[in-house]
């Protein structure tokens, strides 16, 4: 496993999942990261619907995790320049817009983190297998 692959794998497995890790080139982990935020937001939305505050914040802190210590952790700031910055701002507001929507039971914040997580992940998942970089997001 090269360097870009352990960080990857280090920053997925810190948010307690293996399945297909071991497998995975660092492109495959960080759609499993954003698999997992997307999953864990819809749970909070559902939950925030059926009015259950536990689960609700249990799938928040879930998802803030992912972003926080997989996502934003997995990114290569010595390589990734001015786009790394960039996402690294922008999974610190999903987190943050994460934290409040729970606070404020507002669906349009947890709408609002969904939105760009789906976006970010099809960027992610449309480079091309030939232009994808050796490390993570």
């Given at each position: 496993?090269?360097?870009?692959?352990?960080?990857?794998?280090?920053?997925?497995g810190?948010?307690?999942?293996?399945?297909?890790?071991?497998t995975?080139?660092?492109?495959?982990?960080?759609?499993?990261?954003?698999d997992g935020?997307?999953?864990?937001?819809?749970?909070?939305?559902?939950?925030?619907?059926?009015?259950?505050?536990?689960?609700?914040?249990?799938a928040?802190?879930?998802?803030?995790?992912?972003?926080?210590?997989?996502?934003?952790?997995?990114l290569?700031?010595?390589a990734?320049?001015a786009?790394?910055?960039?996402l690294t701002?922008?999974?610190?507001?999903?987190?943050?817009?994460?934290l409040?929507?729970?606070a404020?039971?507002?669906?349009?914040g947890?709408?609002?983190?969904?939105r760009?997580?789906?976006?970010?992940r099809?960027?992610?998942?449309?480079?091309?297998?030939?232009?994808?970089?050796?490390?993570?997001?």
């Amino acid at each position: 496993m090269n360097v870009a692959q352990q960080r990857a794998a280090r920053a997925y497995g810190l948010v307690g999942v293996t399945t297909g890790v071991d497998t995975a080139d660092p492109h495959g982990l960080v759609l499993m990261l954003f698999d997992g935020a997307i999953e864990a937001i819809s749970r909070a939305r559902m939950h925030l619907d059926a009015g259950k505050v536990v689960e609700k914040g249990r799938a928040v802190s879930q998802a803030v995790l992912i972003v926080e210590q997989g996502l934003n952790a997995s990114l290569d700031r010595s390589a990734g320049g001015a786009l790394a910055a960039t996402l690294t701002d922008l999974y610190d507001y999903i987190a943050r817009r994460l934290l409040l929507a729970s606070a404020g039971n507002d669906r349009g914040g947890f709408d609002e983190a969904l939105r760009l997580l789906s976006e970010l992940r099809a960027a992610w998942t449309a480079i091309p297998e030939n232009r994808r970089p050796g490390g993570a997001a």
